[in-house]
């Protein structure tokens, strides 16, 4: 085998990176000739920094944040004409809006702090949606970025926050320490787009042969996982910090929903981008008047 191409790929941590992990761990990049550099971010700023920078020429993010770069209503300044595409659709979201213990019913969070990784991009959205279903305007809490997933359930548990939306397999740690699952995004929104996987078209351009490869890899991986449950399960288990037997069965069994899990076939989900618009357009009027531009190759 020749020498390795180091290609370097910006992740949220969380169980969604499932089919990542075991494609790393199986070799399955480095048949192919990569090298997989994985940089855990905290936060979509730093992501999207980074990803600006050309720092990292892959991401996995939440489509939403995708969507704001193109519009140039990213966290951070887009140098140029905004070239993002999405490459891969990754999941429905995997959200559940978490409350902390004794927080019953949504109404018990009138005035309470609720925590967001940044509050005008991303899954905030879909936390601004839950609440409006439940009569809650936005403006009746209080708002605040607290980070990452991991961070948001570490926030949760300290009692930094009343309730955050996180995805599997933290509400299930959570649910473990007491606290309640208020509601599910894949309850409320029956299609949308989580997840995806990005790069910027001149980088594709430049490097199709290095895309392809990742997203053979990657495919790869999630067949893997889904061919070996037992492997599968303890691979979560190894990458998430207190996920016991039972937790790492459950969150595998909600990572493989066939409905609402990881995508078998890396598709971007139509309806779910026409979702993601739809909230951008209903709770962001720096929207209005702004090309959607939602970016994306059906295949590669």
């Not at 939403?64 to 891969?88: C, F, M, R, S, T």
């Not at 967001?116 to 809490?141: I, M, N, Q, S, W």
């Amino acid at each position: 085998m020749g020498t390795l191409q180091t290609l370097p790929v910006c992740v949220f941590d969380g169980g969604w990176n499932l089919p990542l992990w075991a494609a790393i761990e199986q070799g399955f990049f480095e048949v192919r000739g990569l090298a997989i550099e994985l940089t855990l971010t905290p936060s979509s700023r730093a992501m999207m920094q980074g990803f600006a920078e050309g720092r990292y020429p892959l991401i996995l993010v939440s489509a939403d944040n995708v969507v704001a770069y193109q519009q140039k209503l990213a966290e951070v300044p887009v140098p140029g004409e905004p070239d993002a595409v999405i490459v891969l659709g990754g999941d429905a979201g995997f959200l559940s809006l978490v409350a902390a213990p004794g927080i019953r019913t949504l109404d018990d969070l009138q005035g309470r702090v609720l925590a967001v990784d940044a509050p005008d991009t991303g899954f905030a959205l879909v936390l601004y949606e839950l609440l409006a279903r439940a009569g809650l305007p936005k403006d009746a809490l209080h708002i605040e970025p607290q980070g990452s997933t991991e961070q948001r359930y570490q926030a949760l548990l300290a009692g930094r926050c009343a309730a955050t939306l996180l995805r599997t397999p933290y509400e299930l740690l959570a649910a473990q320490q007491g606290c309640r699952v208020l509601a599910r995004s894949a309850d409320a929104l029956p299609h949308y787009q989580g997840t995806v996987g990005a790069t910027r078209q001149a980088w594709a351009e430049q490097h199709p042969v290095e895309l392809k490869a990742f997203l053979q890899a990657y495919r790869q991986g999630l067949a893997w996982c889904r061919r070996q449950p037992a492997a599968a399960c303890a691979l979560l288990q190894a990458h998430v910090p207190g996920l016991d037997p039972p937790l790492a069965r459950a969150a595998y069994g909600l990572l493989m929903d066939p409905t609402h899990g990881l995508t078998p076939d890396l598709a971007v989900d139509r309806q779910g981008m026409l979702t993601v618009a739809a909230l951008r357009r209903r709770y962001l009027p720096a929207t209005q008047g702004r090309q959607e531009r939602m970016q994306y190759r059906a295949s590669w």
